[in-house]
């Protein structure tokens, strides 16, 4: 009598819930049959001698590759680990609220704004030499090119990113430890061994393993320090190889390590999530009054790293402001990219969200004990939804561009509809897993809190979403979209195959210029895209938190 | 939506610039068509004769005009390349891209003995390390002696990849040193500062101060004393001599003007052509009894021209290539 009652109430709860699966699983579907058909166009299209032929240039690109992903992890990790204690522990001073924003939003940085900062300081007519010249009259010459700038550049990005996460683990350790730890009498190096690791650890390990992902594939900062062929990842070696050499096999040779290679790492770090949605501020405070010498160095951390993490922003402003906007401004080629970039930003984020709210509301049927949850494939279908939205993990953009482009080749269609559909997909799939890691929690719980109410008043699907879902995930979606946005609005990764004077973005146009050594012109392009993407990042949140 | 808009947009800019006269699209390097180079006044001339429009398209090097050509594939609206040189064109001619002149080249003023059915020449000039005489006082005379300079001592060259400069230097080095080739390039590697796509922005590089020598050629001073009326650029002469490179240009299989484009390309052997190369691409000119800039005159001149024929180029390129690419990586 009570099975069939259990199933008559599961049968009934499929039919509820197929109008929340159904779209979500179809997407979730067409994602891996599209990664399917990515593999299957590089994998058909290059003529067996992928295994027989690793010679020692690939074997050393892949060697750099790893080699420098490893030393930005640890760096950024140490940098990250160094800030958050500093952090941490001077929990009342004014603007700290602000600066943790700040160092937040690195993760929205275009690579290309951070890298034109990092070069105008560092680099050897950058403002460092200068003063340098001007004090000692000796420059320290160019040493940001090569492995020294390619690592800068990636602690830059990263280690804020991390400290952010970081911080939020130092921040939940209960009180009540830290008393013990004095009652004890540890050192700070006791404290941090016994009380603070053991917190660290896990968060630790998942934003050590994204950022390993992220510097193993990461493209415009070793384009663009890398200096040379010396310096090369495979991201850029698959670049070069189409765009100099036109040695398509060779790019897929190349494409294909890279890809076995991230998805192996993927599988490793399977733990691994993404956790953007704890970057925001809390005020959960350490209640505790450090020495004076402690007090000191951590003041100087934070200092240190702040001036680190603005100068280069404040040297895009300056100069920046010099430029002539009269003339720039009206150049064809900028307001073309402009339009271009705008466009894409636009229609990828509104892509981004639908998809992302699409999968969360697919997820949290398998997820929710009150939905299907117990029922045997739930687990299994759960996971793929959750695979096909951090697809981007596993297949970085070059391989990805790659395809598209053999794609392009084969057919017939024009170069811009191939270019906008590449680079549209990019951008959607770079920007799901941080879309997902905040929408899905979010979602979770208004169909935990909402669900009996919503059924018990026989709500519709509309009705629903507009009274009970809308409303509490509202500044979600804002800062998704925001996300998206600015990935998209900032990106320099697959457009490096498909840019040219026809079909131009913000980034390429800002690369073109660079490489063209005209400098003034990029400052100025360089601080409207710095503009755009604070602005955006900023102000776009807050038209969602007003009400309707 | 933005993928109709955008299409819109680009029909708008097609009708607005689409008159009777039919346009010549030649893809080339960026100071060929640049407003200082030789590019306006080009256009301008042969419009003139021609009644239609040239319109130059400048990538950052030549290779990188013939990669683009090759990534449009079929779609490419480019009637011509120019500024590939004739180390590379055999590459560019098996990709069966390009179409026969049917000029008679015979009587063009080379260097070095090159004849082609499908490239055919328009300037030349030799590859020198180019220094500021104010700046650096111990100038190197060979190969040894670059390899030797002070720890501190930086050159810009250009990847071998994308430049016909960076691909001539390669051959350069690869004719003074046959196998040691690679053992040399290790010894150069530490005073390489940057490599680049382009002569244009290894040339920008060194202008700005940021390196001791640049490849380039050893007509590259003529612009300083000309346009600037400076003498302080110089070319290193080298005991070893000195690679060449002939420019050459060919008219694309694809083009749907190719009777005009095999006009231009006789265009390049005339006196209006010959008379504008030398002040504004800074290289010789092909045509016999051109006249030349007496800034030249204090040129050093090579006697004999370095080249290897294409055909070597094309078999060793990539063998050339990887070995370089080995040998400076770090």
């Given at each position: 009598?009570?099975?069939?009652?259990?199933?008559?109430?599961?049968?009934?709860?499929?039919?509820?819930?197929?109008?929340?699966?159904?779209?979500?699983?179809?997407?979730?579907?067409?994602?891996?049959?599209?990664?399917?058909?990515?593999?299957?166009?590089?994998?058909?299209?290059?003529?067996?001698?992928?295994?027989?032929?690793?010679?020692?240039?690939?074997?050393?690109?892949?060697?750099?590759?790893?080699?420098?992903?490893?030393?930005?992890?640890?760096?950024?990790?140490?940098?990250?680990?160094?800030?958050?204690?500093?952090?941490?522990?001077?929990?009342?001073?004014?603007?700290?609220?602000?600066?943790?924003?700040?160092?937040?939003?690195?993760?929205?940085?275009?690579?290309?704004?951070?890298v034109?900062g990092l070069i105008g300081i560092f680099g050897r007519?950058g403002y460092l030499n200068?003063?340098?010249?001007?004090?000692?009259?000796?420059?320290f010459?160019s040493y940001l090119y090569?492995?020294g700038g390619?690592?800068l550049a990636?602690?830059?990005?990263?280690?804020?990113?991390?400290?952010?996460?970081?911080?939020?683990?130092?921040?939940?350790?209960?009180?009540?430890?830290?008393?013990?730890?004095?009652?004890?009498?540890?050192?700070?190096?006791?404290?941090?061994?016994?009380?603070?690791?053991?917190?660290?650890?896990?968060?630790?390990?998942?934003?050590?393993?994204?950022?390993?992902?992220?510097?193993?594939?990461?493209?415009?900062?070793?384009?663009?320090l890398?200096?040379?062929?010396?310096?090369?990842?495979?991201?850029?070696?698959?670049?070069?190889?189409?765009?100099?050499?036109?040695?398509?096999?060779?790019?897929?040779?190349?494409?294909?390590?890279?890809?076995?290679?991230?998805?192996?790492?993927?599988?490793?770090?399977?733990?691994?999530?993404?956790?953007?949605?704890?970057?925001?501020?809390?005020?959960?405070?350490?209640?505790?009054?450090?020495?004076?010498?402690?007090?000191?160095?951590?003041?100087?951390?934070?200092?240190?790293?702040?001036?680190f993490?603005?100068l280069p922003?404040?040297v895009?402003?300056?100069?920046?402001?010099?430029?002539?906007?009269?003339?720039?401004?009206?150049?064809?080629?900028?307001?073309?990219?402009?339009?271009?970039?705008?466009?894409?930003?636009?229609?990828?984020?509104?892509?981004?969200?639908?998809?992302?709210?699409?999968?969360?509301?697919?997820?949290?049927?398998?997820?929710?004990?009150?939905?299907?949850?117990?029922?045997?494939?739930?687990?299994?279908?759960?996971?793929?939804?959750?695979?096909?939205?951090?697809?981007?993990?596993?297949?970085?953009?070059?391989?990805?561009?790659?395809?598209?482009?053999?794609?392009?080749?084969?057919?017939?269609?024009?170069?811009?509809?191939?270019?906008?559909?590449?680079?549209?997909?990019?951008?959607?799939?770079?920007?799901?897993?941080?879309?997902?890691?905040?929408?899905?929690?979010?979602?979770?719980?208004?169909?935990?809190?909402?669900?009996?109410?919503?059924?018990?008043?026989?709500?519709?699907?509309?009705?629903?979403?507009?009274?009970?879902?809308?409303?509490?995930?509202?500044?979600?979606?804002?800062?998704?979209?925001?996300?998206?946005?600015?990935?998209?609005?900032?990106?320099?990764?697959?457009?490096?195959?498909?840019?040219?004077?026809?079909?131009?973005?913000?980034?390429?146009?800002?690369?073109?210029?660079?490489?063209?050594?005209?400098?003034?012109?990029?400052?100025?392009?360089?601080?409207?895209?710095?503009?755009?993407?604070?602005?955006?990042?900023?102000?776009?949140?807050?038209?969602?938190?007003?009400?309707? | 939506?933005?993928?109709?808009?955008?299409?819109?947009?680009?029909?708008?800019?097609?009708?607005?610039?689409?008159?009777?006269?039919?346009?010549?699209?030649?893809?080339?390097?960026?100071?060929?068509?640049?407003?200082?180079?030789?590019?306006?006044?080009?256009?301008?001339?042969?419009?003139?004769?021609?009644?239609?429009?040239?319109?130059?398209?400048?990538?950052?090097?030549?290779?990188?005009?013939?990669?683009?050509?090759?990534?449009?594939?079929?779609?490419?609206?480019?009637?011509?390349?120019?500024?590939?040189?004739?180390?590379?064109?055999?590459?560019?001619?098996?990709?069966?891209?390009?179409?026969?002149?049917?000029?008679?080249?015979?009587?063009?003023?080379?260097?070095?003995?090159?004849?082609?059915?499908?490239?055919?020449?328009?300037?030349?000039?030799?590859?020198?390390?180019?220094?500021?005489?104010?700046?650096?006082?111990?100038?190197?005379?060979?190969?040894?002696?670059?390899?030797?300079?002070?720890?501190?001592?930086?050159?810009?060259?250009?990847?071998?990849?994308?430049?016909?400069?960076?691909?001539?230097?390669?051959?350069?080095?690869?004719?003074?040193?046959?196998?040691?080739?690679?053992?040399?390039?290790?010894?150069?590697?530490?005073?390489?500062?940057?490599?680049?796509?382009?002569?244009?922005?290894?040339?920008?590089?060194?202008?700005?101060?940021?390196?001791?020598?640049?490849?380039?050629?050893?007509?590259?001073?003529?612009?300083?004393?000309?346009?600037?009326?400076?003498?302080?650029?110089?070319?290193?002469?080298?005991?070893?001599?000195?690679?060449?490179?002939?420019?050459?240009?060919?008219?694309?299989?694809?083009?749907?003007?190719?009777?005009?484009?095999?006009?231009?390309?006789?265009?390049?052997?005339?006196?209006?052509?010959?008379?504008?190369?030398?002040?504004?691409?800074?290289?010789?000119?092909?045509?016999?009894?051109?006249?030349?800039?007496?800034?030249?005159?204090?040129?050093?001149?090579?006697?004999?021209?370095?080249?290897?024929?294409?055909?070597?180029?094309?078999?060793?390129?990539?063998?050339?290539?990887?070995?370089?690419?080995?040998?400076?990586?770090?």
């Amino acid at each position: 009598m009570v099975g069939s009652h259990s199933e008559v109430t599961m049968l009934k709860g499929l039919l509820r819930f197929k109008s929340a699966v159904l779209p979500g699983t179809f997407i979730s579907l067409s994602l891996l049959g599209f990664a399917f058909i990515l593999f299957y166009t590089l994998y058909t299209s290059q003529n067996g001698s992928l295994f027989t032929a690793l010679d020692s240039r690939i074997y050393g690109l892949l060697k750099f590759t790893l080699y420098q992903a490893f030393l930005s992890t640890v760096l950024s990790l140490f940098v990250g680990v160094l800030l958050a204690w500093a952090l941490a522990h001077q929990s009342h001073f004014r603007g700290r609220g602000l600066l943790v924003a700040l160092f937040s939003s690195s993760l929205v940085l275009p690579t290309l704004i951070v890298v034109f900062g990092l070069i105008g300081i560092f680099g050897r007519s950058g403002y460092l030499n200068q003063i340098s010249m001007f004090l000692f009259d000796t420059s320290f010459g160019s040493y940001l090119y090569g492995l020294g700038g390619i690592l800068l550049a990636h602690v830059y990005l990263n280690a804020s990113f991390a400290s952010r996460a970081l911080l939020h683990s130092f921040e939940s350790i209960p009180k009540e430890k830290y008393k013990l730890a004095k009652s004890l009498n540890f050192s700070v190096f006791e404290r941090f061994l016994y009380v603070e690791y053991p917190a660290l650890k896990s968060t630790l390990l998942s934003i050590g393993s994204t950022i390993f992902l992220l510097c193993f594939t990461s493209f415009a900062v070793v384009l663009l320090l890398g200096g040379s062929p010396s310096y090369n990842t495979l991201e850029v070696a698959i670049y070069e190889a189409v765009k100099l050499d036109f040695d398509i096999g060779m790019a897929l040779k190349l494409a294909l390590i890279q890809l076995s290679i991230s998805a192996v790492l993927v599988v490793l770090s399977s733990g691994f999530r993404i956790n953007v949605s704890n970057l925001k501020t809390s005020d959960a405070l350490i209640l505790w009054k450090e020495s004076t010498v402690l007090g000191l160095i951590q003041w100087f951390i934070i200092g240190l790293f702040t001036l680190f993490f603005v100068l280069p922003l404040v040297v895009i402003l300056l100069d920046g402001i010099g430029a002539d906007f009269g003339r720039i401004l009206r150049e064809p080629l900028f307001i073309k990219s402009f339009i271009t970039s705008i466009s894409l930003a636009t229609v990828s984020s509104i892509l981004t969200v639908i998809i992302a709210v699409l999968l969360s509301n697919a997820r949290r049927n398998f997820t929710l004990p009150t939905r299907l949850a117990s029922k045997p494939f739930s687990k299994l279908l759960d996971g793929i939804i959750a695979f096909s939205g951090n697809l981007y993990l596993a297949i970085p953009s070059l391989v990805l561009g790659l395809g598209f482009f053999l794609m392009y080749q084969n057919s017939d269609a024009s170069e811009l509809l191939w270019s906008t559909a590449a680079l549209l997909t990019a951008n959607v799939l770079m920007s799901l897993p941080f879309a997902l890691s905040v929408l899905t929690p979010a979602m979770h719980k208004t169909a935990q809190r909402y669900d009996k109410l919503a059924f018990s008043l026989g709500l519709s699907k509309i009705q629903r979403w507009f009274y009970v879902e809308y409303p509490y995930i509202k500044s979600s979606l804002g800062y998704v979209f925001a996300l998206a946005f600015c990935f998209s609005l900032g990106d320099l990764g697959i457009i490096a195959l498909f840019g040219s004077d026809e079909f131009s973005t913000l980034p390429w146009y800002l690369y073109q210029l660079m490489g063209s050594y005209r400098t003034t012109d990029a400052a100025g392009v360089a601080l409207v895209l710095l503009f755009l993407v604070l602005g955006v990042f900023i102000l776009l949140p807050k038209l969602f938190k007003e009400k309707l | 939506m933005p993928v109709k808009i955008m299409t819109l947009l680009w029909f708008l800019t097609i009708s607005l610039f689409a008159t009777d006269k039919p346009t010549l699209t030649i893809y080339t390097y960026d100071a060929f068509a640049a407003s200082w180079g030789p590019g306006p006044k080009i256009k301008q001339a042969f419009e003139k004769e021609h009644n239609c429009n040239v319109k130059f398209v400048g990538l950052s090097s030549s290779i990188g005009a013939l990669r683009k050509i090759q990534l449009e594939g079929k779609r490419t609206k480019a009637d011509i390349l120019l500024g590939l040189d004739t180390s590379i064109a055999q590459v560019a001619k098996t990709t069966g891209l390009f179409i026969p002149h049917e000029l008679n080249t015979s009587k063009l003023d080379l260097p070095a003995p090159y004849s082609d059915d499908t490239f055919t020449p328009f300037d030349y000039s030799f590859f020198a390390f180019v220094y500021d005489e104010n700046k650096l006082k111990k100038v190197p005379d060979s190969f040894e002696a670059l390899a030797s300079m002070p720890k501190e001592f930086k050159i810009v060259i250009q990847d071998p990849r994308s430049s016909t400069a960076g691909l001539g230097l390669l051959l350069w080095v690869k004719s003074v040193y046959g196998d040691k080739a690679g053992q040399y390039w290790k010894r150069l590697a530490p005073h390489i500062l940057t490599i680049t796509k382009g002569w244009s922005e290894a040339y920008g590089l060194f202008l700005k101060g940021e390196a001791d020598m640049v490849l380039s050629y050893t007509t590259s001073p003529a612009y300083h004393m000309v346009e600037e009326n400076r003498s302080n650029i110089k070319a290193a002469s080298f005991k070893e001599g000195h690679y060449g490179q002939i420019e050459v240009a060919a008219v694309l299989k694809s083009s749907t003007k190719k009777a005009l484009a095999k006009e231009f390309l006789a265009f390049m052997h005339t006196k209006i052509f010959a008379d504008i190369i030398p002040t504004a691409n800074w290289a010789y000119p092909v045509v016999k009894g051109a006249k030349l800039h007496k800034a030249f005159e204090s040129l050093h001149r090579p006697k004999q021209m370095t080249l290897m024929d294409g055909a070597t180029v094309e078999s060793q390129r990539k063998a050339i290539v990887d070995e370089w690419l080995e040998a400076i990586a770090k």
